[in-house]
């Protein structure tokens, strides 16, 4: 089992930045790529970005792509999702991911997902 625990949210006006990031523990020896996804209120969950095992391989959302980086730091058992120029729309519960394998596209879509955190609320003020 992997447990993750997601931390940065908060609360920020529109067109300012947030670090989230998300620890990884328990069985964290084997080679998984990580992502974010979120939920806003009334919508579906929906995928954010992802990141392989190895960090050599990114994927995005196309509604946050150029705004928002997604990095990982396997060292700390960490990966990092830094949100720029951020829009209320950005608005939503951003929740960690963790696949079962190392390929970023184990956690892009949500039934793929083998792990996933409690989650961390951003709200964006307009």
């Known amino acids: 089992q992997v447990q993750l625990a997601e931390s940065g949210g908060g609360l920020v006006q529109a067109g300012g930045s947030l670090r989230l990031s998300c620890v990884a523990s328990g069985r964290t020896d084997g080679s998984h790529a990580m992502g974010w996804h979120r939920q806003a209120p009334g919508k579906e969950r929906e995928f954010v970005a992802a990141?392989?095992?190895?960090?050599?391989?990114?994927s995005y959302g196309d509604s946050v792509k150029g705004r928002f980086t997604i990095s990982r730091d396997n060292d700390k058992n960490t990966v990092y999702l830094q949100m720029n120029s951020l829009k209320p729309e950005d608005t939503a519960v951003y929740y960690c991911?963790?696949?079962?394998?190392?390929?970023?596209?184990?956690?892009?879509?949500?039934?793929?997902?083998?792990?996933w955190g409690q989650g961390t609320q951003v709200t964006v003020s307009s």
């Open positions: 991911a963790a696949g079962m394998y190392g390929g970023f596209s184990w956690v892009i879509r949500a039934p793929d997902v083998a792990y």
């Open positions: 990141i392989s095992w190895s960090g050599g391989s990114t």
